[in-house]
């Protein structure tokens, strides 16, 4: 059961972008290593970085709605945005 954990937890770290070569080296993060030991300051970095480009897609994550907005804008024509 525990090598099934394990595995789970790898199959996580990949969903997240962490590269197999550090996920391989990770079992320390599954059983709590502290961000002082070399393997928590990776696993640290790679949560840090990994919140840096959750922010960053939620920032462009309404890009493609204001898109779809702007040109229904400009099929419905002059006068559709209450400006004109």
Same mark, same amino acid.
């Given at each position: 059961?525990? +090598?099934?954990?394990?595995?789970?937890?790898?199959?996580?770290?990949?969903?997240?972008?962490?590269?197999?070569?550090?996920?391989?080296?990770?079992?320390?993060?599954?059983?709590?290593?502290?961000?002082?030991?070399?393997?928590?300051?990776?696993?640290?970095?790679?949560?840090?970085?990994?919140?840096?480009?959750?922010?960053?897609?939620?920032?462009?994550?309404?890009?493609?709605?204001?898109?779809?907005?702007?040109?229904?804008?400009?099929? +419905?024509?002059?006068?559709? +945005?209450?400006?004109?």
């Amino acid at each position: 059961m525990a +090598d099934l954990a394990w595995l789970e937890f790898l199959i996580r770290l990949r969903g997240t972008g962490m590269p197999i070569a550090r996920c391989s080296g990770s079992r320390s993060c599954a059983h709590g290593a502290t961000a002082r030991s070399p393997t928590g300051s990776r696993c640290s970095a790679h949560s840090a970085g990994l919140a840096a480009r959750m922010r960053a897609l939620r920032r462009h994550a309404a890009a493609p709605d204001e898109k779809i907005h702007h040109d229904e804008r400009l099929l +419905d024509g002059p006068g559709s +945005d209450g400006l004109t």
